[in-house]
């Protein structure tokens, strides 16, 4: 028989597939990760999700949060950080959804894939742009104008650094290319 968190990746793993889901957790109310499918994860702290995310859950809300996650291949961090969305649901002690928070189940996804085809169709020709950007302006995509915000000092000089999560989307009041500070 397999362990739990075996049994649990069989079950899971072609469901998150299927709806374009990369990795899922449940983790505890103090953020530690009690199991995932990524098994590096598991036991560590996560500080994904702020106290008024965890309070919300505590209410009953699912919630979804954008976050960066550093990239590693073979276990050696790169330094990039990309993008995520995470979308947690609250498990409570009873089952009628009150009571003690337990934790919560959460899934990433990759707002790279589960954007492209709406930010592609909405880039007509050579001047047409789509971003997706939170409540807050956070801009979520990616945009294909890093460099001219690295020259605008919107962006820092390091390359590994993108304008998804790091760019916020308002009105700067003037030109910042042509040397207005804010």
């Given at each position: 028989r397999l362990p739990a968190r075996a049994r649990?990746?069989?079950?899971?793993?072609?469901?998150?597939?299927?709806?374009?889901?990369?990795?899922?957790?449940?983790?505890?109310?103090?953020?530690?990760?009690?199991?995932?499918?990524?098994?590096?994860?598991?036991?560590?702290?996560?500080?994904?999700?702020?106290?008024?995310?965890?309070?919300?859950?505590?209410?009953?809300?699912?919630?979804?949060?954008?976050?960066?996650?550093?990239?590693?291949?073979?276990?050696?961090?790169?330094?990039?950080?990309?993008?995520?969305?995470?979308?947690?649901?609250?498990?409570?002690?009873?089952?009628s959804g009150v009571g003690e928070l337990v934790g919560w189940f959460d899934v990433v996804a990759d707002p790279a894939t589960d954007f492209d085809p709406i930010i592609t169709a909405g880039r007509p020709g050579k001047t047409g742009e789509t971003y997706f950007f939170n409540r807050d302006g956070t801009l979520l995509s990616p945009s294909r104008f890093d460099a001219a915000l690295r020259k605008s000092g919107l962006l820092p000089r390091d390359t590994m650094v993108g304008s998804a999560l790091n760019v916020r989307i308002a009105d700067p009041g003037g030109n910042l290319l042509r040397g207005y500070d804010p």
């Open positions: 649990l990746m069989q079950r899971l793993d072609p469901v998150l597939e299927s709806h374009g889901y990369e990795n899922f957790a449940f983790v505890a109310p103090d953020g530690r990760v009690l199991t995932s499918n990524d098994s590096t994860i598991v036991g560590k702290v996560t500080h994904a999700y702020p106290p008024d995310l965890v309070a919300r859950m505590r209410r009953g809300e699912t919630v979804t949060t954008a976050h960066g996650i550093r990239v590693d291949s073979g276990g050696v961090v790169l330094g990039r950080v990309l993008p995520v969305l995470l979308t947690a649901s609250p498990v409570f002690a009873d089952p």
